[in-house]
């Protein structure tokens, strides 16, 4: 049969038909481990019985009503997430590249209010903010802005990892009003700063009276151990983004401020209509109290330790390895070429992988993974690596 989907993504041959935390069932219920999480989204694993109640409880009352009127589940959303971030407020949209549009819609208005008509945001080589015209403008990959030209102008490009760089920027633009970075590249290839970078980053914001914004779409909801990136660091951004595993798979995305940029955003500035509906902020309190009561967060700097460590050791004898990099349960794992063939190697021995910027093999697994399939995921990866690099 054709397909009447537009052709944007490149699917594998498989089909899923349901899940159970780490576990994917195909069509003839073979069962696949699951070390992606949908792209670091479904962190609690498939069907988790938590959200799922949460969803259907939600259902039978409202699913929406309008952000026209107080919506008491996002009231309590926006109060979980302002005390576990120490940020101020929230806007809630549906996805990652509408919360990154929020942010810079907010440092437009930042510069605006100081008289700055043409604001400009310091954005990173090889990072990844979203598809809309504003997000694949801050992207720093020119395969995601192929053939979409006018880009959306206000964006200076430095190298990531380079405070000099950010320094050299701000000093030779004096309409710089944001900085836009995250605090540990997902797509451009799981690459993790100096642990110090994001301290400087905020010094600096500090000195020149920059918007400190944080794309932690990837990082965010416990991946690297803590709940946000930057708790790592000490520090407080004044932007935060948020989406991927916010909602567990119903989609959510968040746009958190502080202080002056709290209140930037004011009635009929910005809007969405599904943004924080009732079911998609049920899920989302469902997908914190999990975390919280299963000590899930913690847990993740802990399985992120022991999937390295055993990967190190399986392929401490293969000099075809780069480097092996991981915070939490953000894995990294370059290979000295292209590599994008392991991820149908490694779907042939039902595990889910994946690879980006070519040459680095991207493991997201769910917080949930055992112990058990912590072992099956360096047993059969570490032999597929071996073999594919021989
Ligand atoms: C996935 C991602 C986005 C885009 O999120 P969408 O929900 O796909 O729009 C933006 N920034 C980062 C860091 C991401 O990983």
């Known amino acids: ?22 576990w994917l069932f195909d069509e003839n219920s073979n ?32 699913l929406h009503t309008s952000n026209l009127y107080k919506i008491p589940a996002q009231e ?64 720093g990959n020119t395969k995601v802005q192929k053939g979409f030209a006018p880009l959306v102008e206000g964006f200076i490009r430095v190298p990531y990892n380079d405070i000099r760089a950010i320094e050299s920027a701000v000093k030779q633009n004096k309409n710089v009003v944001a900085v836009l970075v995250e605090p540990i590249q997902g797509e451009g290839g799981i690459n993790i700063p100096a642990p110090d970078y994001l301290n400087n980053l905020r010094d ?50 968040a746009c958190l401020a502080r202080g002056k940029a709290a209140e930037l955003l004011t009635a009929g500035a910005h809007g969405s209509t599904f943004g924080g509906n ?32 055993g990967f190190t050791e399986k392929l401490q004898k293969n000099t075809h390895i780069v480097d092996i990099r991981h915070k939490g349960l953000m894995i990294g794992i370059e290979l000295d070429k292209p590599c994008t063939d392991l991820v149908k190697l490694a779907l042939q021995h ?11 093999i991207r493991l997201l697994p769910p917080l949930i993974i055992d112990k058990q399939q912590i072992n099956m995921l360096i047993d059969i990866l ?9």
């Open 31 to 62: 069962r696949y481990l699951d070390a992606l999480s949908g792209i670091a989204v479904c962190s609690l694993g498939h069907a988790h019985p938590t959200v799922h109640k949460a969803i259907c409880e939600q259902s039978k009352k409202l």
């Open 76 to 139: 309590q959303l926006a109060d979980r997430l302002v005390n576990k971030s120490g940020m101020d407020n929230v806007f809630f949209c549906n996805s990652g590249a509408e919360a990154n549009e929020a942010a810079i819609k907010l440092a437009r208005k930042y510069g605006y209010e100081r008289g700055i008509e043409k604001p400009e945001i310091i954005v990173m080589e090889k990072s990844f903010h979203g598809r809309t015209l504003a997000t694949l403008s801050a992207t």
């Open 1 to 22: 049969m054709t397909s009447h989907i537009m052709p944007t993504y490149g699917r594998l041959p498989v089909t899923f038909e349901r899940g159970e935390g780490a």
């Open 382 to 390: 570490s032999t597929l690596i071996n073999e594919f690099t021989q």
């Open 278 to 309: 009732p079911l998609a902020c049920s899920a989302a309190l469902a997908v914190i109290a999990v975390l919280d009561e299963d000590n899930l967060i913690e847990q993740a700097e802990q399985k992120g330790n022991a999937i390295c460590s």
């Open 204 to 253: 600096l914001c500090d000195e020149h009276d920059l918007l400190m914004m944080l794309d932690e779409i990837q990082t965010g909801v416990g991946r690297t151990g803590k709940f946000l990136a930057f708790q790592h660091n000490d520090i407080l951004p004044d932007v935060c983004t948020m989406a991927k595993a916010l909602g567990n798979g119903v989609p959510i995305g």
């Open 350 to 360: 039902h595990l889910l992988i994946n690879v980006t910027n070519e040459t680095t």
